[in-house]
């Protein structure tokens, strides 16, 4: 028997002892698995604008979580975002700006709070001119598809 430390073999004895196959479970058993059922996750991220915070500015609670008043995260409950950038749960600046303390201000700058209006990047338009449309013809006819009958 050849022993790894005997130094006539050397690096051969070593590495003949190093690339023996090695019993693993993964190389020995193929299994097949079938799933029966599985539980979705969905995950998002609200689109903020760049620098604000990740918080309502009134619960202070994450936008991934909810406001006082939902039950699950997005439930009829998006994110306002004033003009000024500062954002919040819809039902609680709403409930702030019902109150007469706030006189209509955003909570955290006390500037009159007016929604951001979302931009909207569209497609430049085509001029449509429906007489200047011609139905399309189809190419072939009956005489082409009976050629193709004879075998």
């Not at 698995?33 to 309502?56: F, R």
């Not at 991934?64 to 994110?79: A, L, M, Q, R, V």
């Not at 990047?121 to 139905?135: D, E, G, T, V």
Request: hydrophobic residues 30%; proline residues 7%; contains cysteine.
């Amino acid at each position: 028997m050849i022993h790894p430390t005997n130094k006539k073999f050397g690096i051969r004895a070593i590495l003949a002892f190093s690339h023996r196959p090695q019993h693993s479970p993964s190389a020995a058993v193929k299994m097949k698995i079938t799933i029966n059922s599985y539980n979705a996750v969905a995950a998002w991220k609200w689109d903020l604008p760049e620098g604000s915070d990740d918080t309502c500015g009134i619960c202070r609670v994450e936008f991934e979580g909810t406001c006082s008043k939902c039950k699950f995260p997005g439930e009829d409950c998006p994110i306002l975002i004033g003009e000024c950038s500062h954002c919040f749960h819809t039902h609680c600046i709403s409930g702030w700006l019902q109150s007469e303390s706030s006189q209509g201000r955003c909570p955290m700058c006390r500037q009159t709070f007016r929604e951001k209006v979302a931009e909207v990047k569209s497609k430049p338009s085509q001029p449509r001119n429906p007489a200047s449309r011609q139905p399309q013809q189809r190419q072939g006819s009956a005489s082409s598809a009976s050629s193709g009958a004879s075998r």
